[in-house]
């Protein structure tokens, strides 16, 4: 299985930070790469997919990048909403693996 | 607008059976690849199992793989989890999520959730 690792586990930080999650795949997962924002009590929702392509809705203030085996989501600008746990998930191969998670605390 | 609603859910002791459903709406479901996604309390995300979109192919984690079969009832907009040999550490909160394919695969849409408890 391909194993995703996160960094860092936790984070903390003020409204109007800049703040950047790493994700790094065990292999090259080429850019079959997702993200997710999963607040308490909620389903995950989707932030971005294939690495970098923002989902429809969700604001500007969050990108993707990277490729191979090292990804980032980087939100420009945190907003009090933003202070929750985020995912990374590869589609590359089965079974789909997800990063243990990163919690963004103020 | 796209609903996935589970039910089924509950508390099951060890070596018991539960039958999880999920009710799609909002969309053409029998277009699209399942999935069924898991999460421990205070854990974090973990795949369960995938149905393609005619039902005839399915893939498990190994955690589940021989316990657990997926299904689905294109008719009646239907996704199931059959959950057979239930462990302690089967306890979590299921969802039901839709597969989208672009450049690669996503999940952009989740149920609720529907917790289950497996204890004596």
């Known amino acids: 299985d391909i194993q995703m690792t996160q960094s860092p586990s936790s984070l903390s930080a003020s409204v109007g930070d800049r703040v950047t999650i790493t994700c790094r795949a065990s292999?090259?997962?080429?850019?079959?790469l997702n993200w997710y924002q999963q607040k308490p009590g909620r389903a995950p929702k989707l932030l971005i997919h294939a690495a970098s392509t923002l989902q429809s809705g969700v604001p500007s203030r969050f990108s993707g990048n990277g490729s191979g085996a090292e990804f980032t989501l980087t939100i420009s600008s945190l907003q009090p909403d933003d202070f929750v746990t985020y995912y990374c998930q590869q589609s590359y191969r089965t079974p789909p693996t997800f990063g243990q998670g990163t919690k963004v605390e103020i | 607008e796209v609903q996935l609603v589970e039910s089924g859910g509950g508390l099951v002791q060890p070596g018991g059976s539960l039958r999880l459903s999920c009710a799609a709406s909002g969309f053409t479901f029998s277009n699209y690849w399942m999935h069924w996604v898991r999460q421990a309390p205070g854990k974090g995300l973990v795949w369960v199992s995938r149905v393609n979109s005619d039902g005839s192919s399915a893939s498990y984690a190994d955690s589940v793989k021989g316990r657990f079969t997926i299904s689905r009832n294109n008719a009646k907009n239907m996704l199931y989890l059959q959950m057979n040999s239930l462990r302690a550490e089967d306890t979590a909160v299921y969802y039901c999520?839709?597969?989208?394919?672009?450049?690669?695969?996503?999940?952009?849409?989740w149920g609720q959730g529907t917790l289950v408890a497996v204890s004596s």
């Open positions: 999520a839709r597969e989208s394919w672009s450049s690669n695969w996503y999940v952009d849409n």
């Open positions: 292999q090259s997962i080429n850019n079959y």
